[in-house]
């Protein structure tokens, strides 16, 4: 029959497309920028977390699994469209039941979910469950921009201390200073000030639609928590190298976390259409060395701190013994 060979054909056109493509998204993740997309991408951004770590194994097996089932099905559509095609086969079967059959085309998908479903439990529980927090950082969605506070916090001689609260807006740098026809002096001063607050050497690179005129700063290899909420309407706090995405919602206080290992920038976008600009109020983290964080901190204490009137977050009233990294 022609059945061989056809599959045998499908999985050497298979084989065929995997070499030729393997090597180059390879060679592609090998090159791609961390924490940001890029064009032409196949799959998704490189993990820089343990939570993007554990997603990316599971979408990688599930993606195995997901693929065989569909060849399966496909090669018993096919047997069944040429074997049993009218000048094949003139006369069908009146067979109407089966019973062993039926229990098996019940019982094998069973199985093969409850197999998924103990490596997808453990991975919503690791996500779920912050570590000690070393770092707390407050995240508010605003239409349409996001507000960032290090609220006042102790988390011991490993953790960071804030001794005073700040906070600072990041609102996208302005579409008008990419492409050809930008203004190069704004655009000049735009990385300047970005270069001022990240308190860096280095001249920042700034890319379209995704940067902002501050970042989150961030110590490399540190347990980080978010508080995120909203200050109006649903919003969604997500940055896809740390693998974490979660809803900004007016009057709670929603949990989630993150451990940078590997310094650099990182982009999130937010994701739940929010109104108009909903498309333009990136998420930037910057993660750096815990020497550069310190002399960050430092600075941005003093520029941006939040006394009185200007302090947003209740944590700072609460006390030492309550903030959240000290459950
Ligand atoms: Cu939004």
């Given at each position: 029959?022609?059945?061989?060979?056809?599959?045998?054909?499908?999985?050497?056109?298979?084989?065929?497309?995997?070499?030729?493509?393997?090597?180059?998204?390879?060679?592609?993740?090998?090159?791609?920028?961390?924490?940001?997309?890029?064009?032409?991408?196949?799959?998704?951004?490189?993990?820089?977390?343990?939570?993007?770590?554990?997603?990316?194994?599971?979408?990688?097996?599930?993606?195995?699994?997901?693929?065989?089932?569909?060849?399966?099905?496909?090669?018993?559509?096919?047997?069944?469209?040429?074997?049993f095609?009218?000048?094949?086969?003139p006369t069908?079967?009146?067979?109407?039941?089966?019973?062993?059959?039926?229990?098996?085309?019940?019982?094998?998908p069973?199985?093969?979910?409850?197999?998924?479903?103990?490596?997808?439990?453990?991975?919503?529980?690791?996500?779920?469950?912050?570590?000690?927090?070393?770092?707390?950082?407050?995240?508010?969605?605003?239409?349409?921009?996001?507000?960032?506070?290090?609220?006042?916090?102790?988390?011991?001689?490993?953790?960071?201390?804030?001794?005073?609260?700040?906070?600072?807006?990041?609102?996208?740098?302005?579409?008008?200073?990419?492409?050809?026809?930008?203004?190069?002096?704004?655009?000049?001063?735009?990385?300047?000030?970005?270069?001022?607050?990240?308190?860096?050497?280095?001249?920042?690179?700034?890319?379209?639609?995704?940067?902002?005129?501050?970042?989150?700063?961030?110590?490399?290899?540190?347990?980080?928590?978010?508080?995120?909420t909203?200050?109006?309407?649903?919003?969604?706090?997500?940055?896809?190298?740390?693998?974490?995405?979660?809803?900004?919602?007016?009057?709670?206080?929603?949990?989630?976390?993150?451990?940078?290992?590997?310094v650099?920038?990182?982009?999130?976008?937010c994701?739940?259409?929010?109104?108009?600009?909903?498309?333009?109020?990136?998420?930037?983290?910057?993660?750096?060395?815990?020497?550069?964080?310190?002399?960050?901190?430092?600075?941005?204490?003093?520029?941006?701190?939040?006394?009185?009137?200007?302090?947003?977050?209740?944590?700072?009233?609460?006390?030492?013994?309550?903030?959240?990294?000290?459950?």
């Amino acid at each position: 029959m022609g059945f061989t060979a056809l599959s045998r054909t499908i999985v050497t056109a298979a084989g065929l497309a995997m070499a030729a493509g393997v090597p180059a998204a390879a060679q592609a993740a090998a090159d791609a920028p961390v924490g940001r997309a890029v064009d032409g991408q196949l799959g998704l951004q490189p993990a820089a977390s343990p939570v993007m770590e554990k997603l990316t194994g599971f979408h990688d097996s599930l993606l195995v699994i997901i693929t065989l089932i569909t060849l399966l099905v496909f090669v018993l559509l096919g047997i069944c469209i040429v074997r049993f095609r009218k000048s094949a086969n003139p006369t069908p079967a009146k067979t109407s039941h089966n019973t062993w059959l039926e229990v098996a085309w019940t019982a094998i998908p069973v199985a093969i979910l409850v197999f998924i479903m103990f490596p997808s439990f453990n991975l919503l529980y690791f996500q779920d469950q912050t570590p000690k927090a070393e770092l707390v950082i407050k995240a508010t969605g605003y239409q349409w921009y996001w507000g960032y506070e290090y609220p006042e916090q102790d988390n011991g001689a490993d953790g960071v201390t804030i001794e005073e609260p700040f906070g600072f807006d990041a609102f996208m740098i302005d579409d008008d200073l990419f492409g050809a026809n930008a203004d190069s002096a704004a655009r000049a001063d735009a990385v300047a000030d970005l270069q001022t607050f990240l308190n860096t050497d280095q001249t920042p690179e700034i890319h379209r639609l995704l940067d902002t005129n501050t970042r989150i700063v961030v110590p490399v290899d540190t347990t980080v928590k978010f508080l995120v909420t909203s200050a109006d309407v649903l919003h969604s706090f997500t940055v896809p190298s740390f693998g974490f995405k979660i809803d900004a919602i007016p009057g709670r206080f929603n949990e989630t976390w993150f451990r940078a290992n590997r310094v650099g920038t990182y982009y999130g976008q937010c994701s739940e259409l929010c109104g108009i600009k909903h498309a333009f109020m990136p998420i930037a983290v910057e993660v750096v060395s815990k020497q550069q964080f310190a002399a960050w901190k430092e600075r941005t204490t003093r520029e941006y701190a939040l006394r009185d009137a200007d302090t947003r977050f209740a944590l700072v009233s609460t006390g030492p013994g309550s903030a959240p990294g000290n459950e």
